[in-house]
Every structure is written in structure tokens, then in C-alpha cells.
């Protein structure tokens, strides 16, 4: 079966660092484009990053130089290394796969985030 | 970056409506549009890739259609398990992007 499992959400404080980790199982992630989507509560989907399966990786604007994305090919793992937490990241956090252009077919449940004093 | 807008916000329907979400983007995405259904507490889920190709496993109820800069999705019959709130996203580029979101409810 398909799937994909996020773990590492929590309670951080503010300037904090928090990595988040997205098991997948029933495929391989080092051969697909993966992503990390959040939604803050009662609000919409917001897109954080993809990791190419060439290895290339983007960012929202919201992320960049904080967050980084990576993949641990060995234990078909993706992860998000998060830096220099502030509120405005308290999320859910959900990992998904994006297959060639085609829209992202695959998500996990997510795992939540909160950045809170 | 490009913005992604979708109408209405709220959408009452009964069941059996023909229903029409639109989804505009502030510049062109040619056909580069996804479509996502999100239920309360729970992942979304793809409906709609290269803004007309349903997923597989999607009813066909279900159709978009668009290029350049203005989308839609239909539900051609609603049913019960279709109240929801569905979501656009745009992938021409990075950042992507997705629509506010249009919550269908009863």
C-alpha cells in the first residue's frame, strides 16, 4: 500500500528548530518529487517545498533560509529541518508526493506544529 | 509570485446541483492545475491534475476545464459525501500556489 506517515510535530518556542520526518512506504521517495505542504489552523493550504528527485529543492518565500528539506534515500525517508521558528509557522504539516507534473496523489495524515512562548 | 483566486468562498448547494467552482490566476498557468478536495481534519485529496484529467479512482461526476488563466471544477450531481472544501493550486512554476479554498456545504 501507498502511504505516507509525518512524525515530529510538538510545541516549540519561538527561535526554536524542530525537524519533522514523512515515512513512505510502497514507493520509493528518492524517485519521486516530494513535498511539504502546512495549513495554519482554520486556514488554507500553503506549499513549503519540493525536493526533486534529481536532488534539486525550492522554497516558499515564507521558509527560505530557515527550513530545509532532505531526503535519507537509504531509509526512504523525506524530512523538513526547521530553524528560527515563529508563531506564524504553527501548522499542520503534511508531507505528499508529486508524480511528474501531476498534481500531488499521495499525503499523509500530518503531524502539527506549534510555536508558542 | 502568482496569485490564485478562487469564487465563491461559500457555496450552498443541495444534493443532485450541478455545482461550479471557478479558479482564476494572475498570470498564465496553461493547463498547470490541480484540484484538491479537503475534508474537515483530514489530508486533501487529488481530484483534478493538468486542469482536466481526473484522478484515478475520482467519480466521474467530477470534470474540470480551463487553460491560460481562468479554471473550473464541476460536480455534476452533488452527493452527500462531496460537501467538502476544495481547493485550487497551480504548479507552472515555483512558488506554487493554491486558491483560498470554497467551502461547498449544505
Known amino acids: 500500500e501507498v502511504q505516507l506517515v509525518e512524525s515530529g510535530g510538538g510545541l516549540v518556542q519561538p527561535g526554536g528548530s524542530l525537524r519533522l520526518s514523512c515515512a513512505a512506504s510502497g514507493f520509493t521517495v528518492s524517485t519521486n518529487y516530494m513535498n511539504w505542504v502546512r495549513q495554519a489552523p482554520g486556514k488554507g493550504l500553503e506549499w513549503v517545498s519540493i525536493i526533486y528527485s534529481g536532488g534539486a529543492t525550492y522554497y516558499a518565500d515564507s521558509v527560505k533560509g530557515r527550513f530545509t528539506i532532505s531526503r535519507d534515500d537509504s531509509g526512504n525517508t523525506l524530512y523538513l529541518q526547521m530553524n528560527s521558528l515563529r508563531a506564524e509557522d504553527t501548522a499542520v504539516y503534511y508531507c505528499?508526493?508529486?508524480?511528474?507534473?501531476?498534481?500531488?496523489?499521495?499525503w499523509g495524515q500530518g503531524t502539527t506544529v506549534t510555536v508558542s512562548s | 509570485d502568482i496569485q490564485m483566486t478562487q469564487s465563491p468562498s461559500t457555496l450552498s448547494a443541495s444534493v443532485g446541483d450541478r455545482v461550479t467552482i471557478t479558479c482564476r490566476a494572475s498570470q498564465s498557468i496553461t493547463v498547470w492545475l490541480a484540484w484538491y478536495q479537503q475534508k474537515l481534519g483530514k489530508a486533501p485529496k487529488l481530484l483534478i491534475y493538468?486542469?482536466?484529467t481526473l484522478q484515478s479512482g475520482v467519480p466521474s461526476r467530477f470534470s474540470g476545464s480551463g487553460s491560460g488563466t481562468e479554471f473550473t471544477l464541476t460536480i455534476s450531481s452533488l452527493q452527500p459525501d462531496d460537501f467538502a472544501t476544495y481547493f485550487c493550486?497551480?504548479?507552472?512554476?515555483?512558488?506554487?500556489?493554491f486558491g483560498q479554498g470554497t467551502k461547498v456545504e449544505i
Open positions: 493538468k486542469s482536466s
Open positions: 493550486q497551480h504548479y507552472n512554476g515555483f512558488p506554487w500556489t
Open positions: 505528499a508526493r508529486a508524480v511528474a507534473y501531476n498534481g500531488m496523489d499521495v
